[in-house]
């Protein structure tokens, strides 16, 4: 009976030490995941950075900065086959962060970013309503980070997603709106100002 009873809680013990195992590998590979994080943060707001003091902070080096920047994030997500979503939040805070610590126009940088990061979604056809809810979360922590008016970017991030969900079709602007309602939420009175409303009708339809 005693050997019955060991046995019995043998299978709890290698379960305890699994589930250890597995705890410890998941903790140190999220430490491992901020990490890179941060250092994506870091590479993306130097680089920004640097290139505007190198160019100047004009709005339309700005926009070429930006662009730059995110179509190279899209490149080496498919040479490396997966981390879009990882990239594309912490990419989009470097961004901004770039630009603010050369006293670019923040709004400005910000409706580029998730226009450039939607469009080139499309491209390679991954999930742009992900990719544009975890662009427009990096903008807002991004502007609040640097002591931005995060509302005024958010309103611009979404409506500027949308609009460029608008040029891949319908179910990608619908997807974008969805998904963007619930980001939004939290800044105030975003979620009521900032989605689009439908544009006005041409008016009657003239009589033939």
């Known amino acids: 009976m005693k050997e019955e009873k060991k046995q019995l809680t043998e299978p709890s013990e290698d379960i305890g030490k699994a589930g250890t195992a597995v705890k410890e590998g998941i903790v140190s590979s999220l430490k491992g995941i901020n990490e890179i994080e941060a250092e994506i943060v870091s590479l993306v707001r130097s680089t920004v950075s640097n290139s505007l003091r ?9 926009l070429k900065v930006t662009k730059d920047v ?20 912490n990419v989009a805070k470097g961004v901004v962060m770039g630009v603010s610590d050369v006293g670019g126009d923040v709004m400005t940088a910000a409706g580029h970013t998730v226009k450039a990061a939607v469009k080139g979604a499309g491209e390679i056809g991954a999930d742009v309503s992900l990719v544009a809810r975890r662009t427009v979360d990096g903008l807002i922590e991004a502007t609040k980070e640097v002591g931005g008016n995060a509302e005024e970017v958010a309103k611009i991030a979404v409506v500027g997603a949308i609009e460029a969900a608008g040029v891949i079709g319908t179910t990608a602007v619908k997807a974008v709106k969805d ?6 939420e939290g800044v105030k009175e975003v979620a ?5 409303k439908p544009p006005p009708s041409a008016g009657p339809k003239k009589k033939t």
Not at 54 to 62: I, L, V
Not at 179 to 184: A, H, K, N, S, W
């Open 70 to 89: 995110v179509k190279g994030t899209i490149q080496a997500t498919e040479e490396v086959g997966t981390g879009l979503m990882l990239s594309t939040k």
């Open 192 to 196: 009521s100002t900032a989605l689009p």
């Open 54 to 62: 190198a160019t100047g902070a004009a709005a339309d080096e700005s």
């Open 179 to 184: 998904i963007l309602v619930g980001v939004v």
